[in-house]
């Protein structure tokens, strides 16, 4: 089941409905019944998948619970490890790594062939695998106790808003909010659709109203201008911008309607003003994984300039595989982590502290942010093209010259529409999501959101269209 | 049991009033259109109408021809069968015998995939026409074009059904609103064509256009001569960028027709002959710059010449009559018969009729109302571009 379907809609009013006669505990059941039901809805055969991963985490973290012994614990850990990282690895990079090596092989002069196989990737696997190994590593560092729950744990794996593409939760923030009562919180729920309708504005119809632009430029038949091209990637910025932070505003705002509060994904990358920044800005739940569970057991930057580097490096690169088997994605996040080297060098050569998000950007800031946005738009290319050699035939059109006047006219709609989502963050910057208008005056805001639904109604595209981060 | 989620609820549906109220009266405009009628229902109750009105086409939801048609076949069975692209959406009953069992499922293939679809559906009722006219395009041939076909798919689900397709014509409505095209003279025209006793299915019927009870497509508008002219790309560039971008497989490059393709049609129509079905093929027109275009492109256009052998060769072969009419000088006529670059207009179709009716077995089997062709030979109002038919091909010259 998808966000932007109208059997989302129906789905959410009548456990919305439900949730609230019951208690804790079974409002906790309900939950557990509806993650299964909206995870089921794409394909009831991965349900066994989402019970697995989630029991062998559930027993590995009791069992750490329970023994104090280094090398028994060790060994806990790396069994969870591998069970999950060992389903992700089939599911995810069997093929890519059996066809790389062929080819690697045969490079090298000897025959080679792998067998690759059929496999669907299960939805949201990248998601709840990380959630689930976020949890056994903490009850392993002994920075949350096991819990023994099973209804809640299993509930807290599976809980829908956020199953399929995060925000990826710690347990010491939303497992324990399985664990304590829920009231009703007018308030909350309030924002919490003002943050949906945010989200659909955003995915319904920038993201998907994008979409078949930036399709149409990405083809892989030829005949496209350069111009086109560089207009396409300009699109493809927002368009997953829109994507992802859409699903993610929804995802968000749903869980408030349920009484839970889940961890700020986005906080307008688009205004950063240098690439540390916009990765603390972008896909934030990823970010902190990475950095609590990979760069600082890598040891972080407490070691020297050439060690920082290198964690940085395999940190980014390990993120760019986690989006997908391709060396398009490989070589995405590689290029993020060589942008970094600059902000490394100078905060080692000059000693400076990392950036401040409390403080917004201002006017004043927007040479750093363009360049920034320059920045992760090249990047972008790598992120969407369907091979390397696209990626080349893209640069390589793109330099052959622009077309500023087909540059400026094409596409009028769609960068109206790109303007008034920018205009709207810029003056929101300072707010948890762009549709926080509590401030305001009732009248104001009630014609807000109609003008919104509106507009969601005249320009959005109704068309089931998935969210691109399922396919990760 | 807390009742503030419940009131919340309340509020919500309260401060949503005014959009819920403008669905609600964009659901009634487009069910007064009979826009959102089930296409089924609407295919069943496409009863004959005195003088063969449009009576299908919405403007807000999908057209769904594949979905009409097929229903339309399902109920009638017909005898007569013409098939094809919107090529051959023009053949009108009046040009064959009452009893001749018309029905034109045009504009129902647009790939090849769809001609085997059809095929499918066809036999999976049991049903077979006896004749089958099919207009033949050659980029049903050529492979850098997708062949898959939707023809299963599409009649498989009905669009006016589906809450996506409804919230996607709450936006057309506006859209059109916006534009000053749904204005206070247009639902007076139709309050005032109410009365007239045809039923009508979408706006765009209602405005005298659409699929007529005999499943032929009826315009509204006819393009002048220098419409179809403005149609056509200048280069080779300019076509490609064209056929991106409208998605138009006509101008699609090819260099030759593809064997395996050419197989796979061969293989339907032998599919179609063993069911009882005599298969009789032409070739539509194209406007003089299109074929110009292919004949000066070899390189890009080959497909179309490589067609215009391997086609009639492989009906020949098995002894199926096929006409080329891709040049509207074969049926006496030239330029100004054509609608746009590829779509000929009704004086096209009474013309072919014409030369294939000189055949007297092609004549019968196509059960050719000769009388009313003839009577359309010699109106000065057959159409508006043509008003001197026939006249000799040596003597026309295109209109500029």
């Known amino acids: 089941m998808i966000f932007n379907s109208v059997a989302f809609l129906f789905f959410l009013f009548i456990v919305f409905s439900l949730y609230w006669l019951l208690d804790r505990k079974k409002q906790n ?20 998948l989402l019970l697995f991963s989630s029991s062998v985490d559930y027993v590995v973290g009791l069992q750490l619970g329970k023994s104090v012994a280094p090398r028994r614990r060790k060994l806990l850990l790396s069994f969870s490890l591998v069970t999950q990282l060992g389903l992700l690895a089939f599911f995810k990079y069997f093929n890519f790594f059996a066809d790389s090596t062929a080819k690697l092989l045969t490079a090298l002069g000897f025959e080679a062939s792998f067998t690759t196989l059929n496999i669907v990737l299960p939805v949201g696997l990248s998601f709840y695998t990380f959630q689930t190994l976020s949890y056994t590593i903490d009850v392993y560092r002994r920075r949350c106790e096991p819990h023994r729950d099973l209804l809640e744990f299993m509930a807290f794996i599976s809980f829908f808003p956020q199953l399929v593409a995060g925000p990826i939760e710690r347990a010491t923030n939303l497992l324990n909010q399985f664990a304590a009562d829920r009231a009703f919180n007018v308030e909350k729920a309030k924002d919490g659709l003002r943050q949906m309708l945010w989200g659909y504005f955003q995915k319904v119809v920038v993201a998907d109203g994008l979409a078949e632009y930036v399709n149409w430029a990405y083809a892989p038949v030829g005949g496209v201008s350069g111009t086109q091209l560089l207009l396409g990637t300009y699109f493809f910025a927002f368009q997953i911008y829109c994507d992802f932070a859409g699903y993610t505003n929804i995802a968000i705002g749903c869980a408030r309607l349920f009484g839970f509060d889940l961890m700020r994904n986005f906080a307008y990358p688009y205004f950063s003003r240098n690439i540390a920044e916009f990765w603390q800005r972008w896909h934030i739940s990823l970010s902190t994984w990475f950095r609590d569970y990979l760069y600082i057991p890598l040891g972080g930057s407490r070691g020297t300039l050439q060690r920082t580097i290198f964690n940085t490096l395999v940190v980014f690169t390990v993120s760019g595989l986690w989006h997908g088997a391709n060396w398009t994605f490989v070589i995405w996040g590689l290029l993020n982590g060589l942008y970094f ?18 403080v917004a950007a201002g006017l004043r800031d927007l040479p750093s942010m363009l360049l920034t946005f320059h920045l992760v738009l090249a990047a972008w290319v790598f992120f969407r093209a369907k091979d390397l050699s696209q990626v080349g035939h893209i640069f390589g059109t793109i330099a052959q010259g622009i077309d500023w006047e ?38 104001v805001r009630w014609l807000a959101y109609n003008a919104l639904l509106v507009g969601i109604l005249w320009f959005g595209t109704f068309k089931d269209a998935p969210f691109i981060y399922f396919q990760f | 049991m807390q009742t503030g989620p419940y009131r919340f609820l309340l509020r919500t549906g309260l401060v949503l009033l005014p959009v819920l109220a403008l669905m609600l009266a964009c659901e009634a405009l487009l069910w007064y259109l009979g826009e959102s009628v089930p296409v089924r229902r609407a295919a069943t109750r496409h009863l004959p109408q005195e003088g063969s009105p449009a009576a299908y086409m919405p403007w807000f939801f999908s057209q769904q021809f594949n979905l009409f048609h097929f229903e339309r076949v399902k109920k009638l069975r017909p005898a007569l069968l013409v098939i094809g692209s919107s090529h051959v959406t ?30 499918d559906a066809c036999d999976a009722l049991g049903y077979a026409p006896k004749t089958m006219l099919l207009g033949v395009d050659h980029f049903w041939l050529n492979n850098s074009v997708p062949q898959e076909g939707v023809f299963m798919k599409e009649i498989g689900k009905d669009e006016t059904l589906d809450p996506k397709a409804h919230l996607t014509a709450y936006g057309r409505v506006l859209d059109s609103a916006r534009a000053g095209r749904i204005n206070a003279a247009l639902i007076r025209a139709v309050i005032d064509r109410r009365d007239e006793g045809v039923k009508r299915y979408g706006l765009t019927a209602w405005l005298s256009a659409g699929l007529r009870n005999d499943g032929s497509n009826q315009n509204f508008d006819r393009s002048t001569p220098e419409a179809y002219t403005n149609l056509l790309p200048a280069s080779v560039e300019a076509v490609l960028q064209g056929h991106r971008q409208k998605n138009r497989p006509i101008l699609a490059p090819g260099a030759a027709v593809d064997p395996a393709l050419l197989q796979r049609f061969e293989a339907v129509l032998i599919k179609f002959q063993q069911r009882g079905t005599r298969i009789i093929g032409f070739i539509p027109p194209m406007a003089g710059e299109v074929r110009g275009l292919y004949a000066n492109h070899p390189n890009h256009y080959g497909v179309f010449a490589d067609f215009r052998e391997k086609i009639p060769a492989l009906f020949r072969q ?16 030239d330029d100004r018969c054509m609608k746009d ?12 009729l014409r030369e294939l009716g000189r055949d007297a077995s092609l004549g019968a089997a196509l059960s050719i109302n000769t009388n009313y062709l003839q009577s359309l030979l010699v109106d000065a109002g057959t159409t508006v571009w043509f008003p001197n038919y026939p006249r000799q091909p040596a003597a026309l010259s295109r209109v500029n």
């Open chain 2, 90 to 119: 023009r053949f009108r009953q009046e040009m064959f015998n009452p009893d001749s069992g018309f029905y034109n499922s045009g504009r129902t293939i647009g790939a090849l995939g769809d001609l085997e679809q059809y095929f």
């Open chain 2, 341 to 352: 670059e590829d779509h000929a207009q009704e004086t096209y179709h009474v013309a072919l």
């Open chain 2, 318 to 333: 098995h002894g199926w009559p096929l006409f080329d009419g891709s040049d509207p000088a074969s049926v006496g006529l």
């Open chain 1, 29 to 48: 059941l309900l939950l557990l019944v509806a993650g299964y039901v909206f995870y089921g809805w794409w394909d009831w055969r991965f349900l066994s």
């Open chain 1, 341 to 358: 080297i600059p902000i490394l060098l100078q905060r080692h050569f000059r000693g400076e502290e990392r950036g401040n998000l409390r």
């Open chain 1, 406 to 443: 087909l540059l400026l006219r094409e596409g009028l709609k769609l960068k109206l529409l790109i303007a008034f989502l920018l205009i709207v963050e810029w003056l929101q910057r300072d707010k948890r999501h762009a549709l926080e208008l509590s401030a305001l005056p009732v009248p």
